[in-house]
Structure formats: structure tokens, C-alpha cells
């Protein structure tokens, strides 16, 4: 009985060792770099305009606003890109894929562009905000399929009532960093691109 509660033991100390050792390792996502800010040397406020214009509109943006002068950029909100929607990357990185897929989201993009000493300062913000449908009043358990909508146990739809469409409201959810990073990322690309074309 003795050496069976010291091979428990030790089994036990050995499992704890591999538990702290996999909490310590870095996942992917620890590694990934957040971006605010890229910095652009030798390059005017116009060009760097229609570049960030040019990627908001790649990633399927639909611009608001384009205020050169001001250096603003906004976009209208857009709905999360669904598993199917494979042309689509408004959604980076597995988390917010599953984000997008499980609920109602929509981002919104601001882009800002000002002088930096000689270099002009891009920063990106996203905003995410997530659709909260009101529940409707059920009398049993066998209306669950209508719980928000009047649908059918054979046919599913959105169709709302006038308490449930008054009552609908979009919460925010925060930024979203990750996107605002790859966003950046993509317009350093494109400035980077167009002065060694310019240095040829």
C-alpha cells in the first residue's frame, strides 16, 4: 500500500512539472506583434491616402469618409465574414473567425494620417460592436425555435417583432487589435513598394 501512494506520488509531481512547463511556453497568438503606428518617410499625405483607401477597399471596406486634409479615414460598419466567405480577411486569427461566426458582429475602421517631423505617422482603430436581439416571451419549451424570431420547427428566419426591433441595440465590444495591425501592415507594404519603385 506504502509503494503504491509513492508511485502516485511521483506521477503526480511528474504531471504537475508537465503542466508548468506547457503554461510557460509561448502560444502563436503571445508571439503575434500588436501594431499601432507605422511611420512613413518620404512620402506625401495624398499617396498615403489612396493606399490606406486602397486596402480598406481590398478587405471589402466600404469607405464613409476620406478627409485628406484632416487625414481621415472611416469606413461603415461591416459584418463579420462567415466561415464560407473564404475571399474575405476582415477576421484575423481563429478567435475572431469563431467570434464572427457565432454571433452578429460589424466593425468600423478609422484611419488617421498626420506629419511626424519628416515622416508622417499612420495609426489604425477598429471598433467592434455585437447585434443584442431581445427574447421573446415563450409559453412553452417546445417554442424554443422561436425564441427570437417567428420561425417554424421546419424553417428557420429573421423575421422580428416591432417590441423586439425597437428594443435591438449593437454593444461594443471593444478594438480590435489584430485587425488594425494586419490593416497597417498592409500599407506598409504598399509604401514600401512605391519608394523602391521611386529609388529605381
Known amino acids: 500500500m506504502r509503494a503504491v501512494m509513492v508511485v502516485a506520488l511521483a506521477g503526480l509531481s511528474l504531471l504537475a512539472g508537465c503542466a508548468g512547463e506547457q503554461l510557460t511556453k509561448p502560444t502563436s497568438e503571445q508571439q503575434t506583434e500588436t501594431v499601432a503606428r507605422i511611420y512613413a518617410p518620404s512620402i506625401e499625405r495624398q499617396q498615403a491616402t489612396e ?28 459584418p463579420g465574414a462567415q466561415f464560407f466567405e473564404l475571399w474575405r480577411s476582415d477576421n484575423v486569427g481563429p478567435l475572431h473567425a469563431a467570434e464572427a461566426n457565432l ?29 443584442n436581439l431581445p427574447e421573446r416571451e415563450l409559453t412553452s419549451s417546445a417554442q424554443a425555435y422561436q425564441m427570437f424570431s417567428r420561425s417554424t420547427p421546419s424553417m428557420q428566419r429573421l423575421e ?19 485587425l488594425a495591425t494586419e490593416i497597417l501592415r498592409r500599407i506598409e507594404k504598399r509604401v514600401r513598394k512605391l519608394q523602391e519603385e521611386q529609388s529605381l
Open 51 to 78: 493606399m490606406a483607401m486602397d486596402v480598406l477597399l481590398d478587405m471589402h471596406f466600404a469607405l464613409d469618409k476620406a478627409d485628406v486634409e484632416k487625414g481621415l479615414i472611416r469606413t461603415k460598419p461591416l
Open 103 to 131: 454571433h452578429s458582429i460589424r466593425r468600423t475602421v478609422d484611419v488617421k494620417l498626420s506629419r511626424w517631423g519628416e515622416h508622417l505617422r499612420v495609426s489604425c482603430d477598429v471598433q467592434v460592436q455585437r447585434l
Open 160 to 178: 422580428l417583432g416591432p417590441r423586439q426591433k425597437e428594443a435591438m441595440q449593437w454593444t461594443d465590444l471593444g478594438k480590435d487589435t489584430d
